[in-house]
């Protein structure tokens, strides 16, 4: 039985109506969030996988674009610093960097996301690889 004042069919309930995604990226998204237009969340967690098949086909630059894009996607979101995505997400960013000769920024990325606190990363790469 609808309720008084309500339509019989329910079709005007705002309690039956679906939420919303969100679609729109926002001005004050980083510059490689805003390049993606209209990058959805699902998006952001393919971007990883197209970027280990440009790793695959040594495409550095390409892989390095999307692993970054991905990361900064998934940070407006609003994913945990310590979630296990986000953290692979650093280190295999920091690893293309390392490829790419850019040690520097490598380790300025372990140390804003909190995955530095021990050697450097080029020599955490040499004793792990």
């Not at 990226?25 to 993606?36: D, F, I, T």
Request: hydrophobic residues 40%.
């Amino acid at each position: 039985m609808p309720a008084p004042g309500a339509p019989a069919d329910g079709a005007d309930d705002p309690r039956l109506e679906r939420p919303r995604r969100r679609r729109d990226v926002p001005p004050e998204a980083p510059p490689r969030l805003r390049a993606l237009p209209r990058a959805p969340l699902h998006r952001a967690l393919l971007l990883p996988v197209t970027a280990h098949l440009a790793l695959l086909r040594g495409r550095l630059r390409t892989a390095h674009d999307r692993l970054g894009a991905s990361l900064d996607a998934l940070t407006h979101y609003g994913t945990r610093p310590q979630h296990p995505l986000l953290i692979w997400l650093v280190g295999m960013l920091a690893e293309v960097r390392l490829s790419m000769g850019r040690g520097p920024e490598a380790r300025a990325l372990l140390h804003e996301h909190g995955c530095l606190d021990g050697p450097a990363p080029d020599r955490l790469h040499r004793e792990c690889g």
